[in-house]
């Protein structure tokens, strides 16, 4: 077996074991040089691939190795160079010079895989008067005030690395995920380190609301010029819930040269969405194929302590005492995302803070019922997730009760069976009428064959969470 059949067969296991956008991340441009003495030496393209290739991925990679070629293999070194007839991941076509805007640097720095916490950027603070109406850039939303977990780890360190060297490590970078993630706090992060780094760079922000009104706006008024100097003009162009782009035909063909004009030119572009790119519905297939080929991360739900250690970094920002066991249960009674757990902690200082007492969890728990309330799963039911689950697949509800067994329905007809089991507890009888009166035992089939697939498909899990959390919001 040559290096490269035996890279091949690895990466084809790999594949099977990482999410998608894992898989491409971390294992695209990369190569076997060569074996010697049992070590294998692995060509990566960028010291960033080689640390989280070290950190997180020897096991699975020497095992993957060891299963595959009969020679012992005892070790791996990952080597940063470009894999021998391979593009390098940072595009080859970059000029020798870089552009003016990148005028002081701090030295290039590795970026660590990051465990529990932020990773302080070693610059300084944060001036103020950068942060500009234009740019709509939100002065709390640095790396600083980031928590970081297992479940936004992997977009955290993009980010982090992006900032430090626009244009050049991973362009585009598409952050997606439900709700109330931190999918703007992470972009916006890396406007404020460019920021920083240098003081005349050209930073935008915008939603994708913006875009698209101002697309509309100038086009009309005879300004499409105008238009254009603005987005094109700049190093660094933010578009957050790039997923409004669906079915907006003229503003995706806008939206498609402003992206190629600054990708060519190695400007940044950052883009948030809800979902991954494929899965937005009515997005032009060169959009989706441009999106994928920058670094596609997504964020979830974090999990308990990661909420409890967000809530005592806000509690510390904010110089107000929070017990353990306090913490503890704000985190484990807000669920569904960051922005609702901000929404508890706050209403529980304000609560306290003017009566100047110190919470408790009979206190907050006072506080957080009405809260609770108002995410009541009482309000859900079956029509709800029905329609929820049709619209995420872009479907329509009487295609997902009806008696076709077309692929593409039948997977979200057993998800909204699953939830309707999973989050209100409804019958099978019931959830089998619901669904164009199907026999209870179908209805029991799906939940079992949804809840194993939980535990092994991630995109599924990924869809899940979307789902609930567009049924609780
Ligand atoms: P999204 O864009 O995904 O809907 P946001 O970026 O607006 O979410 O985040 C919602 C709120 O939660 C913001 O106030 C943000 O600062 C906060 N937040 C999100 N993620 C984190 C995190 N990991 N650490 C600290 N605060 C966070
Ligand atoms: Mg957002």
Redesign the pocket.
Known sequence: MTPEQLWNAALGELELELSRANFTTWFAHTAIQKIENGTVIVCVPNTFTKTWLESKYHASIIKALRRIADDDIHSIVYKVSVAPGNVPASRSSRPETPAVHHAPRAPQRVVPPVGESSVAVAIAEPDESFVRDEIGLNP??TFE?????KK?ELAHATCLAVGENPGTVYNPVFIY?G????????MQAVGHVMLRLSSNVNILYVTCETFTNEYIKMVREGRADEFKDKYRSVDLLMV?DIQFLAGKEGTQEAFFHTFNHLHQRNKQLIL?SDRAPRAIPALEQRLVSRFEGGMLVD?SV?DLETRIA?LK?KCEQKNFGLSDEVAQYIASNVQNN??EL?GALNRVLVAHELRRETPTVESVRDLLSSYAASTNRGAITMRLILRTVAEFYDLAEDEISSDSRKKELVMPRQVAMYLMREEIHASYPNIGQELGGRDHTTAMYAYQKITKEISEDEKIQGDITLIKQRLYN
């Open positions: 709390r939303y005030n980031f928590v970081v977990g936004n995920g709700v109330g993630l931190g999918k703007t706090h992470l957050d948030t964020v974090p967000i970094r960051i922005r901000e």
